[in-house]
Nanobody, 121 residues
């Protein structure tokens, strides 16, 4: 069974930093894009950043310069370093990965359970 497990959320003050991690586990044949999304109360889920298997990154405009996404292909893990955090960054952050499980034949998007990030003013 393939799954994504996030860690690293928590409470931080304005201007602080957090690092989120997301590890894919199970019988995995291949992983393509990995990324982070977030959802604040009363708002739709939005893309934060994603990264291709060769390291090409893409960021939402409001995160550019403050957030950095990286991945370790050997560990099937994606990271999100968040600096200069603002109260409006408060949300549940979800990991996402486009994967084919062992024995599978098609790409599927998998989601983690989410991790809460709260930025106090």
């Amino acid at each position: 069974q393939v799954q994504l497990v996030e860690s690293g959320g928590g409470l931080v003050q304005t201007g602080g930093s957090l690092r989120l991690s997301c590890a894919a586990s199970g019988s995995i044949r291949s992983i393509r894009e990995m990324g982070w999304y977030r959802q604040a109360p009363g708002k739709e889920r939005e893309l934060v950043a994603d990264i291709s298997s060769v390291g090409t990154t893409n960021y939402a405009d409001s995160m550019k310069g403050r957030f950095t996404i990286t991945r370790d292909n050997a560990k099937n893990t994606v990271y999100l370093q968040m600096n200069s955090l603002k109260p409006e960054d408060t949300a549940v952050y979800y990991c996402n990965a486009n994967m084919i499980p062992t024995g599978g034949y098609s790409w599927n998007k998998y989601w983690g359970q989410g991790t809460q990030v709260t930025v106090s003013s």
